[in-house]
């Protein structure tokens, strides 16, 4: 589906966006994956070329516009120009949480935020999709075909409790996933968003679930929302993928924010 397309994906070391990256290079892409953990890439890297695939692995700090241009020029020189770029590093930090949903006093509330956490959040997940996309969307400009997907989270429409920081910055990422789709219409270059819904990763699995694979009181409200009674798998953010990235099957789509997230968001909770 995508013979010799590149790709490139930040947190590509992650558990989805490894994801990712094995499908595409299944799908015949040549795959960057790039992450601030060296190692993390080189793994994921190692795995796919293990497979027969083509991959490469690229240490790379999305919130510096030097280490994006010097991963560009690697990617550049040993697989091509950028035709599909995937922003997927992001995530949170417990210096923009609260410990409680609502105001209660005796516990880490809104007024003991940390600003310079917050402003971290804000910068990993808004910065962190600005910058790669300054860098590698030059090489897509008038290239029929050109696709950047971002990601977004149920989050972006609803905030959740608790993560202030984190349901404004993927706020953030919506919006501009909008203004960028307007802006490179004309340039050839597709710019939409996926939304998941609820899936159990590295980072959240102890908000999730108990030691024993029990759901803790979070993991509760959440099974408890979503329609589809349980949490989605990597695995199933693969076709929206492909989906949006496919010229043929989506050509005429730019701008949309796609949930993949078992009516999550179709449901008022009555």
């Known amino acids: 589906m995508f013979q010799n397309k590149v790709a490139v994906i930040t947190g590509g070391g992650g558990v989805l966006c490894s994801e990712f990256a094995s499908m595409l290079a299944h799908e015949g892409a040549k795959v960057a994956v790039l992450d601030i953990n060296k190692a993390a890439a080189d793994k994921v890297s190692d795995r796919i070329?293990?497979?027969g695939g083509k991959a490469i692995g690229v240490g790379c700090n999305v919130l510096s516009f030097e280490s994006v241009s010097k991963a560009a020029e690697i990617v550049e020189e040993q697989l091509g120009k950028c035709d599909f770029l995937i922003?997927?590093?992001?995530?949170?930090?417990?210096k923009g949480t609260t410990?409680?949903?609502?105001?209660?006093?005796?516990?880490?509330?809104?007024?003991?935020?940390?600003p310079e956490g917050f402003r971290f959040v804000l910068d990993l997940n808004i910065?962190?999709?600005?910058?790669?996309?300054?860098?590698f969307a030059r090489h897509m400009i008038d290239r029929v075909g050109s696709s950047i997907i971002n990601i977004s989270s149920m989050s972006a429409p609803s905030p959740m409790t608790r993560v202030p920081a984190?349901?404004?910055?993927?706020a953030g990422v919506s919006n501009f996933t909008q203004w960028l789709a307007v802006y490179f219409a004309s340039s050839?270059?597709?710019v939409n968003a996926i939304a998941p819904g609820f899936l159990v990763t590295n980072q959240n699995k102890e908000l999730l679930l108990?030691?024993?694979?029990?759901?803790?009181?979070r993991g509760q409200k959440i099974i408890s929302h979503t329609p589809m009674r349980r949490f989605g798998e990597p695995s199933e953010l693969l076709g929206a993928l492909?989906?949006?990235?496919?010229?043929?099957?989506?050509?005429?789509?730019?701008?949309?924010?796609?949930?993949?997230?078992?009516?999550?968001?179709?449901?008022s909770g009555v």
């Open 49 to 51: 070329n293990e497979a």
């Open 87 to 94: 922003n997927g590093a992001g995530g949170n930090n417990p």
């Open 99 to 114: 410990d409680e949903e609502t105001y209660r006093e005796g516990v880490k509330s809104f007024f003991d935020l940390d």
């Open 127 to 135: 910065n962190g999709t600005v910058i790669p996309t300054q860098v």
């Open 166 to 170: 984190y349901s404004a910055a993927k």
């Open 188 to 190: 050839s270059i597709r």
């Open 210 to 217: 108990t030691k024993d694979g029990s759901l803790t009181g």
């Open 242 to 267: 492909k989906f949006l990235l496919d010229y043929e099957q989506s050509g005429f789509i730019t701008g949309i924010v796609l949930p993949v997230d078992g009516g999550f968001l179709a449901y």
